[in-house]
């Protein structure tokens, strides 16, 4: 999996470097600020990019634009967010469209390195990640009639699994459940919120979130 | 002087305070009316005063508005500096150093004692990064000035504590110092609902009508809000204001609580 990174401190830059190097990712760009992760995308079209959400020069919404324009111009690589703060409205607008081959996540979550890599090869591979913070703020959202309190709490556990973008492989490993179990429990909750359960699974993940925000 | 010599006409000149302030030019025969002169001369003189005086008050107020708004930009500026200098030192710091200790961590497989250690350190630091965050969020809103006012409201909303209706229609972005105004009227607003207002529902409404933005937080709560006493709202009144808007608020008992900003927008 080819990885380019964008991250104006060298300390994390590096860190990360190392870090998929050791898990056996090809890192083929460093890039200190948006515009030369821009060119090295564009010439050298990797997996994935990882994105800080503040880059130089004004550590505004550089980080941002850049990952939507990649995400508009080169469908084929995934993006990752990382941000030391999670915004709703900012995972809104990365998703918009399209959970597939986006990501979203604090940036201290890199330190939980095996997660961390399953998210870039996820995202890598056109599926989504998206931070527990904001899953469990879609959740938490005052309804005023909640189907979400009509869930059980297995229910509600596979539910958070998925909006973070598990596949159902991945929450039976993570809830030590049959992958079948799983599959009953998504079309269990599917039918108490009312959506359809087809489809890919980015499209399931965007249906999760499209309808939890409203 | 000169006027007084033609047409039979005379000048008698006002004083306030033994110093002359005008000059009444008058037909000559009103010379022998000196009290009728002296009445229109004091009248005149107290006219004129007036109007001085409140050009004078009129300039301190002109001015007291431009020195609050430099309060309220100076503090702003204080405090994005803090977030960032938080943001891009010790926040950054404590990632990468999480992430060294982690990357350690894998390199002492078979040394249970350390890596038990390890992973309680990194607990630690986990925590102090969540506690940092929220200090510098708490500090400055970094959000909106880098994503504007539509994204970070996405949150506020999120996180209230009753179910709200958001409507936020704007196109583009306003100025910072705007669109930081408004957040603070929305978040403190959400936060009086959560302390106080025994809400069901609420709803939140920012709109640009030509060059005014109206930023409006309504809820269905108990209302009777003190908007004498909460320092809360005093310092929002300081945030409107020195922008040359205005805070309505309207909070009768039993009828909700409904805080309005208007905000002008050129």
Known sequence: VRVAIAEDSVLLREGLARLLNEAGFDVVARCEDADDLLRKVRSLLPDVAIVDIRLPPTHRDEGLRAALEIRARYPSVGVLVLSQYMELGLALKLLSGSAEGVGYLLKDRISDVREFVAAVRRVAEGGSALDPIIVSTLLSRQRPDDPIAQLTPREREVLELMASGSSNQGIADSLVITVRAVEKYVSSIFSKLGLPSTGSQSRRVLAVLLYLRS | MELANQDGRAVTRIERDGAPVAALIHDRALNEER????????????????????????????????????????????????????????????????????????????????????????????????????????????????????????????????????????TGRLPESLEVAAYYVVSESLANIAKHARATTASIAVVRINDRVLVEVVDDGVGGADTERGSGLRGLTDRVEALNGRLCIWSPFGGGTRVKAELPCA
């Open chain 2, 35 to 170: 009290e009728l002169l002296d009445a229109v001369g004091a009248a005149a003189g107290i006219a004129l005063q007036n109007a001085r005086l409140q050009a004078e008050l009129r300039a301190r107020l002109e001015e007291l508005r431009g020195s609050r708004a430099r309060i309220v930009e100076a503090a702003h500026t204080e405090r994005q500096r803090l977030e960032r200098d938080l943001h891009d030192g010790a926040q950054q710091r404590l990632v990468a150093t999480s992430l060294e200790l982690s990357l350690l961590e894998d390199l002492l497989d078979q040394h249970s004692a350390a890596r038990r250690r390890l992973a309680q350190a990194r607990r630690e630091l986990a925590k102090s990064l969540e506690e940092l965050r929220e200090i510098a969020r708490g500090i400055h809103p970094a959000v909106v000035s880098a994503h504007g006012l539509a994204v970070a409201l996405e949150q506020l909303a999120a996180l209230a504590p009753v179910p709200i209706s958001l409507r936020v229609e704007l």
